[in-house]
């Protein structure tokens, strides 16, 4: 598809891959490596959170980069500094937290990803880029690939969720749309993958907590959206806080110089997190950040984030002999690549009147309605309650339903809430409504206004309660024990539950949360990730069935924080659960010591979660038939050909994720259950039936294997075609 939009008064630009490599580019670096003090070196190699504060040290060519400035006047006085007081004149390398947006916030990466839409997350991206550039930022510290399988962590936000083919997929678009066909052209921004790696496996979904990760799954579920989108041409990548096997990632030279660099080819530039390289000093990996230092820039890292530790130390340890000037060179390369790349040094500024003229266009603002609607996730709709077409009064209820700051979602730093359409607004231009909020927050426990929501529902035909979560209390930093409502909700809901009247809820949240008790007080719900400034109006028009709802989960739901983490595509076990449960309410008293069983289980929430990855409802229903396969063996280097018919069998017109998932029956070591190994959108009219078709060249099946090699092994394997990862009915065929 081609992506338009608008751009600097109508003019256009369409996207791409990154440019390939400029040998010219390798040739103006090397001239002006040549002309560069130690000392102006190891300025590059630090990056400092501020401005025109560091004004003096930017003149003495000590910073290289700086993040968190999104004033273009201020930017541009900044390269003004380095540009034309410093001695070489090298620009300076502007950053942000662009995550989901700049000005016009789309849904949170795990909403982008619940759309199962590459285009419409490359769309976001790009526009992201244009509006950020405009104010003279040039480098985003995203997209964020981190394989997530434990809501507890806050930061399941800001990823796309448990399977590593559909965090390649999004990870790719996004890192196409940040940064453009052309990498000189002043709306691209360098995407900054992140965070090198398995930061989302903490133990006990504590964020900066421990991981043990073993090489193969690495290899297997933690490297492959890394290396795709190094493949798509990102110009950065970020390493983590956490370690992996004892190792901290930003002093992990396996990592970053083995994997990164030499199998993988990676040309960019490496920073580190926040502060990360001091990190390693109270992870007892490092004796001090002198320490810190010379191990962080021997593993292969290029820019430091805010421990100041390279300006401070590299010199001496040059003189030291613990650093060689030639691995600083190659880091100080890899900065002013970049740079060159991005055509700082022929443009440095900004136009300082080009921020507002993109910020909010009309065509950003529809795209974000879009992303909207389509991440939005029908889980119940009890006797087809929604949409709510033939009602006139609703009573509007719940802490989310008019909080425009809270719908932007984490890391939307410069997302303005007087630009937020919130869910009322919107829902006044449709229906007659009766709004009493019952509760201030999401946290609320104060009950007293739940009386005046009951007398207002007796004038409403229906009631729409709109509960969740604060941007707050997901995202970095923000991990849960427990994955409930918080404050007084679900207690809200039971109440309006109560009143007799068919009772909709929509949840706003930033992650997962355990909502089976709800489920059980409500007729419908709609699940939408945080959804952003124009998440009001996808809202409204899916409660009014103006929109129809298309989203899936790109994470399980949980019954009980306690089963986490739990995901679809586990490793089979030896003793699978079989659908025969003992639960803990149907053991006898003094019962005999029996193993219950003997299959993997919950006395208590049973085997299977509340909904399964890749879960997601419609107004209409869908039918899959004549699902087949055009052969029974295959052997190497032969594509799959996967043939079904998909029917809109009811009464709106809709689209529906086809999901195909894969299982390979018996490996040298053990293999998922099932893996997702394609998806597609398939749009239907009511009523009408597409024959569609997927290609799954049999090279998609490898893996790495007992002896470490990435293999397609010979055997047998399975292949099913649904709706989610939990329906379907298996295809059999071979691998020769």
């Not at 909080?403 to 984490?410: H, K, S």
Request: charged share 25%; proline share 4%; hydrophobic share 40%.
């Amino acid at each position: 598809m081609r992506i338009k939009h608008l751009l600097v008064l109508g003019a256009l630009f369409a996207i791409s891959c990154a440019a390939p490599v400029d040998n010219d580019i390798d040739l103006r670096v090397e001239e002006l490596l040549q002309q560069m003090t130690l000392e102006e070196k190891i300025g590059q190699m630090n990056q400092v959170s501020g401005g025109l504060q560091f004004k003096d040290e930017i003149a003495k060519s000590n910073v290289g980069s700086i993040l968190n400035v999104v004033d273009p006047v201020e930017i541009n006085a900044v390269q003004r500094v380095a540009v034309e007081e410093s001695r070489l004149g090298i620009p300076i390398l502007v950053s942000r937290d662009v995550i989901h947006g700049f000005r016009t916030i789309f849904p949170i990466p795990i909403g982008l990803a619940s759309t199962f839409n590459t285009d419409i997350v490359e769309q976001g991206a790009r526009i992201a880029a244009i509006e950020a550039t405009a104010s003279g930022v040039r480098w985003t510290f995203s997209p964020m690939l981190d394989i997530a399988r434990d809501p507890r962590w806050g930061r399941v936000a800001e990823g796309s969720g448990e399977d590593p083919y559909l965090d390649s997929q999004m990870g790719v678009a996004m890192v196409k749309g940040y940064q453009g066909e052309d990498l000189s052209d002043p709306t691209c921004m360098a995407a900054c993958i992140k965070h090198f790696v398995g930061y989302g496996a903490a133990e006990g979904g504590r964020d900066y907590n421990t991981t043990m990760i073993s090489e193969r799954a690495l290899r297997n579920v933690y490297f492959p959206a890394f290396k795709a989108c190094v493949e798509a041409g990102a110009l950065t990548l970020m390493t983590s806080f956490n370690d992996v096997d004892g190792l901290p990632s930003t002093g992990n030279d396996w990592l970053l110089r083995d994997i990164l660099r030499e199998e993988w080819g990676f040309d960019g530039m490496v920073v580190t997190d926040w502060n990360s390289s001091g990190e390693m000093v109270a992870h007892g990996f490092a004796e001090d950040l002198k320490d810190a230092t010379r191990i962080s820039i021997n593993a292969g890292v290029d820019m430091d984030m805010m421990s100041f530790g390279y300006l401070q130390y590299v010199k001496a340890l040059v003189e030291e002999g613990k650093l060689s000037e030639a691995t600083i060179d190659n880091a100080v390369r890899n900065i002013l690549r970049l740079k060159f790349r991005l055509g700082l040094f022929e443009n440095p500024y900004v136009d300082e009147s080009l921020a507002r003229q993109v910020a909010y266009a009309p065509e950003h603002l529809a795209a974000a309605k879009q992303a909207a609607v389509e991440s939005a996730i029908l889980i119940q709709n009890n006797n087809n309650v929604l949409p709510l077409k033939d009602v006139k009064t609703i009573l509007v209820t719940g802490p989310l339903a008019d909080a425009p700051y809270e719908q932007l979602g984490t890391w939307a730093f410069d997302g303005e809430a007087e630009h937020t359409v919130t869910p009322l607004t919107a829902l006044r231009k449709q229906y007659d409504v009766i709004y009493e909020p019952a509760l201030d927050y999401s946290r609320d426990c104060d009950m007293s206004k739940f009386g005046a929501a009951f007398e207002a529902a007796k004038r409403a035909e229906a009631v729409v309660v709109f509960v969740g979560e604060e941007a707050i209390l997901s995202g970095e930093a923000h991990s849960l024990s427990q994955l409930n409502l918080q404050g007084a909700q679900s207690e809200l809901i039971a109440k309006m539950r109560s009143t007799g009247k068919p009772v909709v809820v929509v949840v706003i949240a930033g992650r997962p949360m355990t909502i089976e008790r709800d489920l059980e007080n409500c007729d419908a719900m709609l699940y939408s990730f945080h959804p952003g400034t124009m998440g009001g109006e996808a809202l409204a028009d899916l409660i009014s069935g103006r929109a129809v709802p298309s989203g899936k989960l790109p994470m399980t739901f949980l019954r009980d924080a306690g089963q986490a983490p739990f995901y679809y595509n586990h490793p089979m076990t030896g003793r699978p659960n079989n659908g025969t449960e003992t639960l803990l309410n149907d053991i006898p008293v003094r019962a005999g010591q029996t193993s219950l069983g003997c299959t993997s289980y919950y006395l208590d929430t049973g085997y299977g979660p509340l909904f399964p990855f890749g879960y997601g409802l419609s107004y209409t229903t869908f039918e899959y038939s004549n699902v087949t396969i055009d052969k029974v063996e295959y052997a190497e280097g032969e594509t799959i050909v996967v043939e079904y018919d998909l029917k809109n069998s009811g009464e709106y017109d809709a689209t529906e994720v086809a999901q195909l998932y894969v299982r390979d029956l018996v490996g040298s070591v053990v293999r998922p259950v099932k893996e997702l190994k394609r998806f597609e959108r398939v749009t239907l009219k009511a009523g009408e039936s597409k024959h569609c078709r997927f290609e799954l060249p049999v090279a998609d099946l490898a893996y790495w294997n007992r002896d470490m090699e990435y293999v397609v092994e010979a055997g047998k394997f399975q292949l099913w075609v649904a709706g989610d990862s939990a329906s379907g009915s298996a295809l059999d065929f071979v691998v020769k």
